[in-house]
């Protein structure tokens, strides 16, 4: 998990609840998250930034 705040994105004119996720795998890290202040939707979308795993040879 990552990230800060309660995370609620849905609606973007009173938002009151969370309505997207990011879902990885235990071999994914999640270094951050956030909410996208924008009025382009129904509800703010979020961004995250994940780390993937080496290949392997």
Known sequence: MAG??????????????RIDYVMTSRDIKTTSVA????EASDHF?????????????
């Open 4 to 17: 800060a705040g309660d995370g609620v994105i849905y609606s973007v004119s009173r938002p009151y609840q």
């Open 35 to 38: 909410v996208i202040g924008t």
């Open 45 to 57: 979308p979020i961004v995250a930034d994940l780390e993937l795993p080496h290949p392997s040879p």
